[in-house]
């Protein structure tokens, strides 16, 4: 069966501008994460889902950021009015379930702010 | 609050040998822990993962044990080859906090 895909896989934008990065896990999966990963950093948490509610969404970094799920399956992490310090790596991890599940991560998706 | 320490951060050591990476976390309180691998550019690749139940996972090449009461994980590696050559990172998922990963140990395996 297929992974988990994101998309765009790059995507450069101007400072103020918005964006929408979108994960589809695999097809079953409860458990949905945002990670973000800057240039030499580690993985940093962002928001995990369970179905469509997100019951921790503590690592977002500013109110600019939001994500949602639908439907139990795809997700879309929006940044409004972009700042140069959101460039980075965005990853998506589903999982059966979190508190057993292996994590499978998609290819992420490079976002440059200029 | 849960940390997790990766030690060293940088690896390089000749093909063939065996080698372990070390993670270790401070909240003992985990369901389960995660190896994986990060190639230059791109995403994670799972490696093994252990339940809190769980001692030890094995594939392949790879071992990986599970220590709780003293907060520590090791990745085994057993003759080594230069496509091992990666960014190996643990995260543990905690019952307290959210899922926490530690800073990486970049291996490099010479020729």
């Known amino acids: 069966g297929a992974g988990v895909s994101q998309s765009p896989s790059n995507k450069v934008t101007e400072k103020g501008k918005d964006v929408e990065l979108r994960c589809d896990p695999i097809?079953?999966?409860?458990?949905l994460y945002w990670y973000r990963q800057s240039l030499g950093q580690g993985l940093e948490f962002l928001i995990y889902?369970?179905?469509?509610?997100?019951?921790?969404k503590s690592g977002l970094p500013s109110d600019r950021f939001s994500a949602e799920r639908t439907g139990g399956s795809v997700s879309t992490l929006t940044i409004q009015r972009t700042q140069q310090e959101d460039s980075a790596v965005y990853l998506c991890a589903s999982s059966l379930a979190r508190e057993s599940g292996e994590q499978y991560f998609g290819p992420g998706t490079r976002l440059t702010v200029t | 609050k849960q940390e997790v320490t990766q030690i060293p951060a940088a690896l390089s050591v000749p093909e063939g040998e065996n080698l372990v990476l070390n993670c270790s976390f401070t909240d003992s309180a985990i369901y389960n822990l995660q190896w994986f691998r990060q190639d230059p550019g791109k995403g994670l690749t799972s490696l093994l993962l252990i339940q809190s139940s769980q001692r030890e996972q094995t594939s392949g090449r790879l071992n990986a044990s599970l220590d709780k009461s003293s907060g520590r994980s090791t990745l085994y590696i057993a003759a080594s080859q230069p496509g091992d050559s990666a960014t190996y990172l643990c995260a543990v998922l905690s019952s307290a906090s959210k899922i926490i990963f530690g800073s990486g140990t970049r291996l490099s395996i010479r020729p």
């Open positions: 889902f369970q179905g469509n509610s997100a019951p921790d």
């Open positions: 097809s079953g999966h409860t458990a």
